[in-house]
């Protein structure tokens, strides 16, 4: 979404002492915040009475730490950043920042005073998270810092380093994650956190993979449960608005893991997912290992980055959510396992949205025989938390007033008492005062952790880690009957002619009929006819996250409440609402498909790699452009849910693309970059070239198309240049007809096409010399290759490489190509060998004559199809603007 909503209740009318003050309040708070005002966060103004207020008069902040507290808030929040991927693959990112760039970092002093170099932030596993406080105009004006964020804007780009809040990171650290595991983030965009899951499901996969493909190449091929030493586990990444679940492909996309579902559902209403086959019975519903419920809030811990939390921020926001949080963390714990671990985080600091949520799902779940809070406070030794409230939180209604509990609501003055009423529930109040610490029932609200500005540098946060002890079966209402009649006999005595937020607390959540845990043994509950599924809640824009020098910020999590308890999943196909595209259908194809036996020939796949996993995105399970792959779990649940409703928006990695080919000899899918590290472990000696020489693979990354083999005839270098020519053009009409197929909001279908899908803006000059490295030793690998893709394999070598590297390498009749997308090749320029020149394009020449010889011959036909000579250019342009080779 946009910016927050703020949440008003209805004026009141009439004079008197309380709407002085809180007139005079909310008169402050518009004065300290002018709407519309643009301009660099320093400028913003960072007060809010209400705001200062409720966090000073509440007592959650010891009074020797306000001062710390209140001045952290009103600082620019430290730029924090991740690398991301594989651990190796991460900590071979990581070495390069350490070593090539952090020591001329050091000791720099600009504009008179000293500059702190990037740091790791001390508490994060293998020191994997950095974190840097110098400010934007010293980084672009510095030159030392200026090639350090050119390094991070190209990793950032490629997908190697990811821009994260540092108490962002915490809950995914917090759930203990295994690759057999099976997870659920019921919130998840725009997906930094489901990165993380995503990583921690392929932790040790490399190593696995590379065991299972020492093994013998001969036997049986594999059966579908062999999964050839990948992860056997699963992220499903859930959010309730469609565009965001597509940021969040976007996000998640640079992973490569054939272990995601994405789906667009309520969080509320998350569907049962049948994992039986069709006609098994009874069904067996699918649940979870691990839950992650970043639920959304009113977002006042990111005052730091967010200034709408200084202009807007209201006590109603944090009502208005409650329930919302309650229902969702209450549907989590029905779809968790027994024994599993389900982690409750908010980037909200009051209690309404946290304690009181965990007090009252786990009270609606049978208390905490049912479902318990963990002690995590020996995990990450080193962060700086504090501990869960156990009880004693008052409640602040927006005109200031305190309240302890519920009946001081009820027997509020009666001047307004029915919006107070419609805004203040009683689960919002403490619960556990009353109780010992050696009471068997009390809920220990401890546990859970705050993590405060002040503390470290960080954002507000809240984490709570559940575990679920019994099945839970049905769940209280969420409102008890007497409490009620009392709100429904209040609301009677008032004129009918109230504003919808001043309508009753029954409108506003109707009583709930008991909902069943959904078992293995239980049977689906259906879902009513038109299943009222609110708004997506807004949680955060994407591109807060993904750039790393940016200090705007994740927006707060606002939403209206739903209406209807939760469901299961519809029996019926979901309707497509406006706005929305149709999803295509997920086909699997059979072994024994002529494309794939044609791929596992080609590239001489091994027995042991799993072969039933590839899919094609159309009703007619036809391979037309793109073949995907996917884990068995996900291939199984995508399968057994097909025609249930359930919404579906992505799964599976692009792991071969056709492409047009110059000789019938020729196999025409190619390995996608995206699915390389996949396929690549299993790929014949026949499709591989080997090399060790670090000048090999600069002068691959520096020059597009380097000739191999014998010097050619004028006749053979003429079929050269059409050859180099007409992939470049492949590629741009590859980009065309997929941008053109896909709506805007689907990064997943325009980011990886052909290589070199853009050229860059400036070419390398004539007169500039042309590097020295050479490609002498694969020259003689690839010229006895016949044409099409293979793989080039680097080992490590002192002197050369320290690690191991696969790149995907197109064979042409005379030349060769590595590729890769232009961002990729640039990165790795960068890192590998601190280039930052452009990439030397000799086929130029070569696409301009093949694109003045196809305007030619489609002058020709214009004649005969009435079109028109300039919409001839136009595509012609089109094409060379998109094409590289």
């Not at 170099?117 to 293998?126: F, S």
């Not at 197109?810 to 020149?837: T, V």
Request: net charge negative; with cysteine; glycine share 6%.
């Amino acid at each position: 979404m946009g910016r927050n909503k703020t949440f008003r209740g209805k004026k009141s009318s009439g004079g008197g002492k309380r709407e002085q003050n809180s007139t005079k309040i909310q008169q402050q708070h518009r004065n300290a915040t002018q709407k519309g005002v643009r301009g660099s966060y320093e400028s913003i103004p960072n007060e809010n009475a209400l705001y200062e207020k409720f966090y000073k008069e509440s007592g959650f902040i010891p009074e020797e730490e306000w001062d710390d507290f209140w001045s952290a808030l009103k600082r620019t929040l430290p730029t924090t950043f991740r690398f991301t991927g594989s651990k190796g693959h991460a900590l071979g990112t990581m070495k390069v920042l350490k070593d090539t760039y952090v020591p001329h970092l050091r000791g720099i002093e600009w504009d008179g005073e000293q500059v702190a170099p990037p740091e790791p932030i001390p508490w994060y596993p293998d020191s994997l998270a950095w974190s840097m406080t110098v400010g934007k105009s010293t980084i672009r004006r510095c030159p030392p810092f200026k090639k350090f964020q050119n390094f991070l804007v190209a990793e950032t780009t490629v997908g190697n380093i990811s821009r994260q809040e540092a108490v962002s990171m915490i809950p995914p650290l917090m759930m203990d994650i295994e690759p057999h595991h099976t997870v659920l983030d019921m919130c998840a965009a725009p997906g930094s956190k489901t990165a993380q899951l995503i990583e921690m499901v392929h932790t040790g996969e490399e190593a696995r993979v590379e065991a299972a493909t020492k093994e013998t190449r001969e036997g049986e091929p594999t059966n579908d449960g062999d999964a050839g030493g990948r992860s056997t586990g699963l992220v499903i990444a859930n959010d309730a608005d469609y565009k965001r679940s597509h940021m969040l492909i976007h996000q998640t996309k640079r992973l490569n893991s054939p272990n995601l579902i994405v789906t667009n559902h309520d969080g509320t209403m998350f569907p049962s997912l049948v994992t039986s086959a069709p006609g098994v019975s009874p069904k067996e519903y699918l649940k979870f290992d691990r839950i992650l419920a970043d639920v959304p809030c009113s977002g006042d811990g990111t005052a730091r980055k967010n200034y709408s939390v200084w202009r807007d921020w209201l006590p109603n926001s944090a009502f208005n959510l409650h329930l919302t949080q309650v229902r969702i963390l209450v549907r989590g714990l029905q779809m968790l396992k027994v024994g599993g671990r389900l982690v409750y985080s908010t980037c909200s600091m009051n209690p309404v949205e946290n304690e009181a949520v965990l007090a009252a799902a786990i009270d609606r779940c049978g208390g905490i025989d049912k479902v318990n809070l963990v002690d995590v406070s020996d995990r990450l030794p080193k962060l700086i938390r504090r501990p869960g409230f156990k009880s004693g939180w008052k409640i602040m209604d927006r005109d200031g007033v305190w309240y302890s509990n519920y009946n001081e609501v009820l027997n509020s003055p009666e001047e307004g008492r029915e919006g107070r009423l419609a805004r203040i529930m009683d689960s919002v109040f403490p619960t556990e005062g009353g109780k010992t610490d050696d009471d068997a029932t009390r809920i220990p609200l401890e546990r859970a952790m705050r993590v405060y500005p002040h503390l470290q540098d960080t954002g507000g946060f809240f984490i709570a880690v559940l575990e679920k002890k019994q099945e839970i079966g049905a769940v209280k209402d969420e409102q008890g009957g007497a409490t009620r009649k009392k709100m429904a006999a209040v609301a009677k005595s008032k004129p009918s002619t109230t504003t919808s937020e001043s309508a009753t607390p029954a409108a506003e959540a109707e009583p709930s009929t008991a909902m069943e845990d959904i078992t293995t043994a239980t049977p689906e509950i259906p879902a009513p006819t038109e299943p009222a599924a609110p708004p997506s809640p807004g949680k955060r824009k994407l591109e807060d996250e993904e750039s790393v020098d940016s200090t705007t910020t994740k927006k707060p999590k606002t939403s209206p409440e739903p209406t209807t308890e939760p469901v299961a999943a519809p029996t019926t196909p979901a309707k497509v609402k406006r706005g929305m595209t149709p999803e295509e259908p997920f086909k699997y194809l059979p072994v024994s498909h002529p494309v794939l036996q044609q791929i596992f020939t080609y590239y001489d796949l091994s027995p042991r790699f799993p072969r039933t996993c590839f899919m094609v995105r159309n009703a007619d399970a036809h391979p037309a452009r793109a073949i995907y792959f996917t884990s068995h779990l996900a291939k199984r649940i995508l399968e057994a849910n097909e025609g249930r409703g359930v919404k579906f928006v992505h799964c599976g990695v692009k792991a071969f693309m056709k492409q047009d080919t110059q000789s019938p000899e020729t196999c025409p899918w190619r390995i996608q970059s995206e699915g390389l590290e996949i396929v690549s472990p299993w790929i014949g000696e026949k499709r591989v070239v080997r090399a060790v020489k670090r000048e090999t693979v600069h002068a691959l990354l520096r020059e597009l198309f380097p000739k191999v083999g014998a010097d050619e005839t004028e006749e053979e270098q003429g079929k050269r240049k059409e050859e180099e020519a007409a992939a470049a053009a492949a590629a741009a009409v590859e980009a065309v007809e997929t941008t053109s197929k896909q709506p805007e909001q689907k990064p997943e279908a325009t980011t990886e096409q052909q290589p070199e899908a853009n050229p860059p803006a400036e070419t390398t000059p004539a007169d500039t010399p042309a590097p020295t490295t050479t490609i002498d030793e694969i020259r003689d690998q690839v010229a006895r290759l016949g044409m099409g893709c293979c793989v080039l394999k680097i080992s490590p070598q002192p002197g050369e490489f320290t690690d191991a590297m696969v790149l995907p390498l197109w064979k042409s009749r005379f030349s060769c190509n590595l590729m890769l997308p232009k961002d990729d090749r640039k990165a790795m320029m960068l890192r590998l060998f601190d280039d930052q020149n452009e990439v030397r394009d000799s086929t130029m020449k070569n696409r301009a004559e093949w694109r003045d010889q196809q305007v030619k011959e489609k002058e020709g036909a214009v004649e005969a199809t009435g079109e028109t000579e300039g919409e001839v250019k136009e595509e012609g342009d089109v094409v060379m603007e998109e094409a590289a080779a």
